[in-house]
């Protein structure tokens, strides 16, 4: 039957994902929604026929219309959500990042396993991204030989004012950290950080924009331009350059416009508009997962070894030395 959704966290990417749920998404319907602004949420599920509104996740996780949980809070609440639905044994989206940090990301692994099977899916979404996922089909026919290098350009128009340097990495880079691996199909083994002199929009506190370098245990090395405030629009691009070829997304420019004296396209603003049909198609992925009651997608390991790079990007950030990554071993559940 349709499958019960409780989104947890009716922020902005909750917001969305409840009204992708509710309005494009078949075979699923938002029996329940979650957030601590008890306002907040019952407008939210006021708007939906069948839908219940609770400030406790615990207490929507156990209501027998529940089925499966979409976690969207911000990540520090990430953990104790994904352990309540271990409880209760639910298939589990959880937006990126999986947990803030590579220890809290080991326990959700280890609560995990003593489950003896996957439960969750990481929102990694790009991964399905039609161009993202076009590169990595070409990447691994090996018609280009082996990759050597990947470019990187990550552009935010702006940031919101709480944005912080650590977060560059742990809430924007973490992107590049998932689609590097699922891409190359190896792990991140260093990370640099690098920095031109600040622009001079750059927000308080911030130097903006950055230079991340990943190298890999398979000799590739990854540069990452992090850009929050670029001023004129949302851009995500990748080249990857191979022995025998490059290949290089996001420059799509879907639609060019010819006026008086001049010509040109459009740019998204923001990452809801930019990957509105990697996040459908994650979502309807899932929830079609879910009802073969099958678990697909980054897993919790994937969370976890980006959760491992993040601390690694955070502290090469700070100290602006070259900084290596240690991961724990990869258990059989993720292999
Ligand atoms: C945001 O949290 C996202 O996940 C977006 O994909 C990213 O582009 C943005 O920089 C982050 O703040």
Redesign the pocket.
């Known amino acids: 039957g349709t499958l019960g959704v409780a989104v947890i966290g009716t922020g902005r ?1 909750g917001a969305d994902h409840v009204r992708r749920i509710d309005e494009v998404i078949s075979g699923a319907r938002v029996a329940a929604v979650v957030d601590i602004d008890a306002e907040r949420v019952k407008s939210v599920a006021d708007r939906i026929e069948g839908c219940a509104a609770y400030t406790d996740p615990a207490a929507a996780m156990a209501a027998a219309e529940v089925d499966a949980v979409l976690v969207a809070s911000p990540g520090p609440a990430h953990e104790a959500a994904l352990l309540e639905a271990f409880r209760h044994d639910l298939p589990v989206l959880c ?2 990042p999986l947990t803030p940090d590579a220890a809290s990301a080991l326990r959700v692994l280890e609560a995990e396993q003593r489950l003896g099977h996957r439960r969750v899916q990481v929102g990694f ?2 991964r399905y991204d039609p161009e993202f996922a076009r590169l990595k089909e070409l990447l691994d026919s090996g018609e280009l030989g082996r990759p050597l290098l990947l470019h990187c350009r ?1 552009r ?1 128009a702006s ?2 004012s709480f ?1 912080t340097e650590p ?2 990495v742990n ?2 880079v ?2 590049e950290m998932d689609q590097s691996r699922w891409l190359l199909g190896q792990e991140i083994t260093a990370v640099r950080v690098l920095r031109p002199r600040p622009s001079a929009h750059a927000p308080a506190g911030i130097g903006d924009p950055q230079l991340v370098i990943f190298e890999t245990d398979g000799g590739v090395l990854v540069d990452v331009e ?1 850009f ?1 405030n670029c001023g004129f629009g ?1 851009q ?1 691009q990748a080249e990857a350059v191979c022995e025998r070829g490059t290949a290089r997304i996001g420059e799509s420019h879907q639609m060019l416009v010819n006026r008086a004296g001049g010509w040109g396209g459009e740019i998204a603003q ?2 809801v508009a ?2 509105r049909e990697a996040y459908d198609r994650q979502v309807q992925a899932w929830v079609d997962a879910t009802r073969r009651g099958e678990v697909q997608g980054p897993s919790a390991w994937d969370g976890y070894a980006a959760a491992a790079v993040c601390e690694a990007g955070v502290r090469a950030q700070a100290t602006g030395e070259r900084v290596t990554v240690e991961l724990a071993e990869r258990p059989a559940l993720y292999r």
């Open positions: 990417m937006e990126k979404m790009r990550h935010n940031v919101p944005f977060m560059l809430d924007s973490v992107h992090i929050a949302y995500v923001d990452f930019r990957f």
